[in-house]
């Protein structure tokens, strides 16, 4: 080949590559976790401390678990579409309070509503670490053998809901 | 109004561009002189153009003019005038503006120093360089307007990022830009030439200075860049790798290369294709870098808003400027043939090695930038590329050219002789190498790195001062003051340059071997020990400044029971954005930096406090600013002098003065 065409095809590659990265989105880091065993806790109950809560308990069913907090503001921009999800009862969503103040998350709940069933408390952060929590809020889709299916980092949309969540959630009914 | 002239100037400088970029080339390509003779003032009218919209933005910061969508995210009420005016280049549109804004400056400094140029060279320089201008400026009107308006207006504005409020802010960028962009002029040169087809020494000899310049600016933009995320990101660390920090240093790379081949295609005519290659190169980089910054295609700490729309745009234009140049240089370049011969061991022949392990060190920077993007466009996972990889492969790559650094200054153009080169050198090695594996162990230390960056520094130094002896006594003048007036400031300023590098290896070798550093917890009253410095806490207070409140901790530092110095660290809470930042407190000093950073606030009134010594690393910035002021003392040498003399009194015959003058 002629040797002066060599920085053009190079050039060409390298733009090739970039056209395709513009289509990427660099921050979205796949979890290591999906496809493996939601790791197991046991953590109190919010409105019944003496309680426990654990994924053990919710084996053979489909189920979300949902990382929130009273502080964090993108909990509550999508808190109105995890009401929206338990009011359509398509899929239970049990939430994990992170890092919080309990007199302060249970006021929140009664002032925006509570789409849980049951909430954990997670207060050292301990199970946020083994689930690789980024920052809240986070969603896992556990399954009915309890693996982690998928994992949204922030906030729920009802588009995400409707065209990802939903569907996965069907299909792992019907398995 | 007055946002409303900006864009309306804007406009018209497009215009202005479309004209420029099209008619002048097409004159030079015809011969017609009348087309040829629009550059020059469609090139400043066009600077004027874009310097009234610069200003228009201007005013619009200073102003507080919130009903400016891009005023009123990133400017606020409360703060202060300097970075208001700072902001105009705080977030994406604004730095397309500045970037225009400088590369209209540039052509209007070629239309003020271009009289000694035949005009169809200089048509064809203003006309690539209205090219380009004319991209910048239709992304800036169709996809990121630093004019839009926000109606209804905001009452108060978001406020300017608090990592960017800093004085280094407000000087880096357009340090760094000045760079960037005035590769274009060498860029401009190069496609001139290919276009034109002459590509002679005389074509070298003119794009040299412009070179120089840009690289000056390159070399201080970078090493500011570094220093303001020293002092300000309160990690401690001067260099991360981070994708945009590559994406200034490659450019500077093929900058440094080109430098060096343009010396030698100036002198023997040589490196010809070469050195068209690398001017492309040089500015190509820039562009890429601009891309990769304001693309998002990679994640950095510059965390970036993003719009894919600009992407495009952007690649668009990459390939449109670097393809379009790279095509014509396939096709021209072969026409070229080659400059003089010369022998591996010759000064050509160290220049081109030195010139390959520098392209090779920006393409190992450019692949392990672009490396998780590949791997990622081709579904083969997410990886990113951090330090450990730049570390292994850039410095056994930059070791053997600086080694070559030494020598080349002191081999004879077209041939050397090994046994020549080594008589002269062997006190110059003899004397690096004992210093180099006894010193650290004086200072109490050794493993091999250490050395090898002490050798590698003293090499360089004493290199020059063996070439600096040699031309002093070949020199004519009967005083030793009369023979370094005899030795051109060119040549002082290559000697400079390269003292640059050793003392920025100081400071590398020395940080990277003897910081020390260290995370604690602290009660008031405590005391930490760190590299022979003892800190006392004293507890924090709190402070408030224009737009933030603080909390300021004093800690008195001493040494051997004497008071060395007080630091003040602050952890700063921006109120309109409500963001925390840390101000590290330093001791600079040249022989150390005490550097004390606030962590997190614990029970008590006790904090986590990061302290570091960090020995020498004063040395890295200092070192970049001695190789800037190189490349300033080479471009006030006087053939330069004279020739912009000859330019400013065309009629006058240049009396040359008495040399000794020249350097009083």
Redesign the interface.
Known sequence: MNRFLLPLSIFVVVVGFLGIGLTLNPREIPSPLIGKAAPEFSQPQLYEPEKTFSPADLKGKVWLLNFWASWCSGCKTEHPVLMELAKSGQVPIYGMDYKDQRDEAVGWLQRWGNPYPVVGVDEAGRVGINYGVYGVPETYVIDKQGMIRYKQIGPLDPDTVAKKILPLVQQLESQ | MIPEIGHFALILALCVAVVQGSLPIYGAAVGNSALMAIAKPAARAQFLLVLIAFCSLGYAFAEKDFSVLYVAATSNSQLPLHYRLAAIWGAHEGSLLLWTFILTWWMFAVTLFSKHLPETMRSRILGVMGLVSVGFLLFMLTVSNPFERLIPAAVEGRDLNPLLQDPGMVVHPPMLYMGYVGFSVAFAFAIAALLGGNLDAAWARWSRPWTTVAWCFLTVGIAMGSGWAYYELGWGGWWFWDPVENASFMPWLAGTALVHSLAVTDKRGGFK?WTV?LA??AF?LSLLGT?LVR?????SVHAFATD?KR??FI?AF??IV??GS??L??WR??RVGLGGSFAMVSREGMLLANNVLLVAAMGSVLLGT?Y???L??LDLG?ISVGPPYFDSVFAPLMAPAIFLMGIGPLAQWKKAEVPDLLKRLKWAFGVSLVTALVLPFVMGKWTPLLSLGLLLALWVVTTAVVGLRERLSHSNGTGLSDRMAAVPRSYWGMLVAHCGIAVFIVGVTMVKGFETESDVRMNVGETATIGGYTFRFDGTEDVVGPNYTAARGTFHVSRDGRETTVLYPEKRRYTAQNQVMTEAAIDPGLLRDLYVSLGEPLDGGAWSVRLYHKPFVDWIWGGCFIMALGGVLAISDRRYRLAWRKEKEPKVAPVARPARCEVA
Do not use: E, H, N, R
């Open positions: 294709v290659l492309i190169m190509s891309f693309s998002g295609v990679l994640t894919p992407g495009t690649l990459l390939a670097i393809g790279l095509a240089y396939a370049a072969p672009l998780p993007l590949f990622d466009a997410k």
